[in-house]
């Protein structure tokens, strides 16, 4: 297959930005990929003439200016994606005790927006958007300006989200309402660090952004730039086995036959499975193997699809977020077989008024699926879809319960459990968020994007934050390592 200098298995949005970057620097790159489709959990999936959005189902900081646009407009996309702001009075809309609040883009009007329901809490409020801002100022364009990808935040990876909501805000029902989209980041309640919070939710008070007809277009678009620039990228090519020659990967054996070589080796695979199809050496040890193993996963989404009759249901240009209880966090313990929380995502479309699908996020744990865990795709047998079906049936009844009643509306219904993101994307467990990062013990979580072996990187949600800006920056690190930090920030910040 000839030789290259770098192959990045995993075409995933890190894998992709990190080809696109590396490709635009002149190293001959090529992706490999296990699935037919590109793009990880930006892959777009087409049942009956409708497309279905897998994983990121909206983005923030896309307005010029703002982190995520200077990311997009250095790998040349910026201009070619399809995309709509969403609403911003609501971009997001918080059921909550049976009340509604409203998320509006902007820190001063997401504090006055929300202060209508809490006038007491003004003030606090403008404190709280301003931590925000503090947060997301390590890593703005500013800093990349001045060649740094980010500044030491640290302090707010010992910071717990729950208690710095706390201490920020006195109404306990307020407290609940600004961590009511604690999905987005795989919220656990007095676990889940600050530093997580508050860059997602800051990135979306800056400029929420829904793809209009699909977020495959993401990948579709990195992929255009990388073959423009002499990179490959390839499907149905499963890195098998990477094969070790004393201190460094020699070539990646490919769907268990071919093989192909290169002088650099970049993982978006997810590092235990990395570390799995990786020969054994003496230089990674087997204390670091049991290290990454061990440490724990976030959870999974059932997601059911909603296919709705023609003309039936208006497109909504915001999210909701509906909780049944007054606990708005996901926990293993007290939340497992039970629909409490739950996202719904109006996909977009560019002809027409109304909405074909909509998407519902509910959590799920791995260990709600065991009696399939052995099964692979399509022969998972009639009593993993006969499950599916009642569980969607139980979150239309949880829906309904709320006032979502989407009755004499829906054409059919499709489903993804856990077990799709982890035989597809290789996540152990089926984690949608990768792994935990602890605010107790944070620095546990953490991985380099650099190993033991001299030309063996990793890269993707598992390094830092999940999420596109997350991945985005974890790709900065990784290629980095190539051709420099401060270099590399200076091109990005001034593109």
Same mark, same amino acid.
């Given at each position: 297959?000839?030789?290259?200098?770098?192959?990045?298995?995993?075409?995933?949005?890190?894998?992709?930005?990190?080809?696109?970057?590396?490709?635009?620097?002149?190293?001959?790159?090529?992706?490999?990929?296990?699935?037919?489709?590109?793009?990880?959990?930006?892959?777009?999936?087409?049942?009956?003439?409708?497309?279905?959005?897998?994983?990121?189902?909206?983005?923030?900081?896309?307005?010029?200016?703002?982190?995520?646009?200077?990311?997009?407009?250095?790998?040349?996309?910026?201009?070619?994606?399809?995309?709509?702001?969403?609403?911003?009075?609501?971009?997001?809309?918080?059921?909550?005790?049976?009340?509604?609040?409203?998320?509006?883009?902007?820190?001063?009007?997401?504090?006055?927006?929300?202060?209508?329901?809490?006038?007491?809490?003004?003030?606090?409020?403008?404190?709280?958007?301003?931590?925000?801002?503090?947060?997301? #100022? =390590? @890593? &703005? !364009?500013?800093?990349?300006?001045? *060649?740094?990808?980010?500044? +030491?935040?640290?302090?707010?990876?010992?910071?717990?989200?729950?208690?710095?909501?706390?201490?920020?805000?006195?109404?306990?029902?307020?407290?609940?309402?600004?961590?009511?989209?604690?999905?987005?980041?795989?919220?656990?309640?007095?676990?889940?660090?600050?530093?997580?919070?508050?860059?997602?939710?800051?990135?979306?008070?800056?400029?929420?952004?829904?793809?209009?007809?699909?977020?495959?277009?993401?990948?579709? #678009? =990195? @992929? &255009? !730039?990388?073959?423009?620039?002499? *990179?490959?990228?390839?499907? +149905?090519?499963?890195?098998?086995?990477?094969?070790?020659?004393?201190?460094?990967?020699?070539?990646?054996?490919?769907?268990?036959?071919?093989?192909?070589?290169?002088?650099?080796?970049?993982?978006?695979?997810?590092?235990?499975?990395?570390?799995?199809?990786?020969?054994?050496?003496?230089?990674?040890?087997?204390?670091?193997?049991?290290?990454?193993?061990?440490?724990?996963?976030?959870?999974?989404?059932?997601?059911?699809? =909603?296919?709705?009759?023609?003309?039936?249901?208006?497109?909504?240009?915001?999210?909701?977020?509906?909780?049944?209880?007054?606990?708005?966090?996901?926990?293993?313990?007290?939340?497992?077989?039970?629909?409490?929380?739950?996202?719904?995502?109006?996909?977009?479309?560019?002809?027409?008024?109304?909405?074909?699908?909509?998407?519902?996020?509910?959590?799920?744990?791995?260990?709600?699926?065991?009696?399939?865990?052995?099964?692979?795709?399509?022969?998972?047998?009639?009593?993993?879809?006969?499950?599916?079906?009642?569980?969607?049936?139980?979150?239309?009844?949880?829906?309904?319960?709320?006032?979502?009643?989407?009755?004499?509306?829906?054409?059919?219904?499709?489903?993804?459990?856990?077990?799709?993101?982890?035989?597809?994307?290789?996540?152990?467990?089926?984690?949608?968020?990768?792994?935990?990062?602890?605010?107790?013990?944070?620095?546990?979580?953490?991985?380099?994007?650099?190993?033991?072996?001299?030309?063996?990187?990793?890269?993707?949600?598992?390094?830092?934050?999940?999420?596109?800006?997350?991945?985005?920056?974890?790709?900065?690190?990784?290629?980095?390592?190539?051709?420099?930090?401060?270099?590399?920030?200076?091109?990005?910040?001034?593109?």
């Amino acid at each position: 297959m000839g030789k290259y200098d770098i192959i990045i298995a995993g075409s995933g949005l890190g894998g992709l930005e990190c080809a696109a970057i590396l490709s635009k620097e002149g190293y001959n790159v090529c992706v490999l990929e296990k699935n037919v489709l590109f793009g990880g959990c930006l892959q777009t999936y087409i049942r009956k003439g409708h497309q279905f959005d897998t994983g990121i189902h909206y983005i923030g900081s896309l307005d010029e200016g703002q982190i995520m646009n200077q990311y997009f407009k250095y790998f040349g996309i910026m201009d070619k994606l399809n995309i709509k702001r969403l609403d911003t009075d609501s971009f997001d809309t918080i059921f909550y005790k049976d009340k509604i609040y409203n998320y509006a883009v902007g820190h001063d009007h997401f504090a006055d927006t929300l202060a209508q329901s809490f006038p007491h809490e003004r003030e606090n409020l403008k404190t709280y958007t301003s931590i925000l801002k503090d947060v997301s #100022r =390590l @890593i &703005d !364009v500013d800093n990349l300006k001045k *060649g740094n990808i980010a500044q +030491n935040g640290m302090k707010y990876f010992y910071t717990s989200a729950t208690q710095m909501i706390a201490d920020t805000v006195k109404d306990e029902t307020l407290r609940s309402v600004l961590a009511a989209t604690s999905m987005l980041y795989g919220g656990i309640k007095n676990s889940s660090t600050f530093y997580h919070h508050a860059m997602t939710n800051n990135s979306y008070i800056e400029s929420p952004y829904r793809f209009v007809d699909g977020t495959m277009q993401i990948a579709e #678009r =990195l @992929i &255009d !730039v990388i073959r423009a620039n002499g *990179g490959t990228v390839l499907n +149905n090519k499963e890195v098998t086995r990477l094969i070790v020659t004393d201190n460094q990967v020699t070539a990646a054996e490919v769907n268990n036959e071919e093989i192909f070589e290169a002088d650099h080796f970049i993982s978006n695979i997810h590092p235990k499975r990395t570390l799995e199809i990786l020969e054994k050496s003496r230089y990674i040890k087997n204390a670091y193997i049991s290290r990454i193993n061990a440490l724990p996963n976030s959870f999974g989404v059932f997601t059911t699809y =909603l296919v709705m009759k023609p003309d039936s249901q208006p497109y909504i240009n915001s999210n909701y977020y509906v909780h049944g209880t007054d606990n708005v966090w996901y926990n293993d313990d007290s939340s497992r077989d039970k629909i409490n929380n739950a996202l719904l995502c109006f996909q977009c479309n560019s002809n027409s008024d109304y909405t074909d699908i909509i998407s519902v996020l509910t959590p799920m744990y791995m260990s709600e699926l065991k009696e399939w865990e052995n099964t692979t795709v399509g022969k998972r047998g009639d009593d993993y879809i006969a499950f599916k079906k009642a569980y969607s049936n139980k979150v239309l009844e949880f829906l309904k319960g709320k006032g979502f009643d989407f009755s004499g509306k829906i054409e059919s219904i499709y489903s993804t459990t856990p077990l799709s993101y982890r035989d597809y994307t290789g996540t152990p467990y089926g984690s949608a968020y990768g792994i935990v990062k602890d605010c107790k013990f944070p620095e546990l979580g953490f991985i380099s994007t650099k190993t033991k072996l001299k030309n063996l990187y990793f890269t993707g949600q598992n390094m830092n934050v999940h999420g596109a800006l997350g991945v985005t920056l974890t790709s900065m690190f990784t290629c980095a390592d190539f051709v420099g930090q401060e270099y590399l920030a200076k091109k990005v910040g001034n593109a």
